[in-house]
Nanobody, 123 residues
Framework: QLQLVESGGGLVQAGGSLRLSCVASGLNLNYAIAWFRQAPRKEREGVLCINSGGGATTYAESVKGRFSVSRDSNKETVFLQMNSLKPEDTAVYYC?????????????????WGRGTQVTVSS
């Protein structure tokens, strides 16, 4: 059974860092994994995605140069490294896959989602 579980969220001061983890089980570990986030009263937006070849695509302009995505050597875990955090990064962060090898920043393209992890950045 395909399962995605996020962890690593929390409360951090502006300028700080967090590393989120997405543990994937029950799927081809070469599938693309995307990170999305949803702030209160806002639509879910794509943040970053890592494809089967390890290439990353950034979908949120506001995170360029601050966030990065990577996979562990066993490809079981995908990480979202978030540096220089800002209050506007506050959101629930989700990882998702659609069991394909390429990335998309459209949440409607994804059928499998984790439950999310809350990130709160204080000013």
């Amino acid at each position: 059974q395909l399962q995605l579980v996020e962890s690593g969220g929390g409360l951090v001061q502006a300028g700080g860092s967090l590393r989120l983890s997405c543990v994937a089980s029950g799927l081809n570990l070469n599938y693309a994994i995307a990170w999305f986030r949803q702030a209160p009263r806002k639509e879910r937006e794509g943040v970053l995605c890592i494809n089967s070849g390890g290439g990353a695509t950034t979908y949120a302009e506001s995170v360029k140069g601050r966030f990065s995505v990577s996979r562990d050597s066993n490809k079981e875990t995908v990480f979202l490294q978030m540096n220089s955090l800002k209050p506007e990064d506050t959101a629930v962060y989700y990882c998702a896959t659609d069991r394909v090898f390429s990335c998309s920043g459209d949440p409607d393209d994804y059928d499998y989602w984790g439950r999310g992890t809350q990130v709160t950045v204080s000013s």
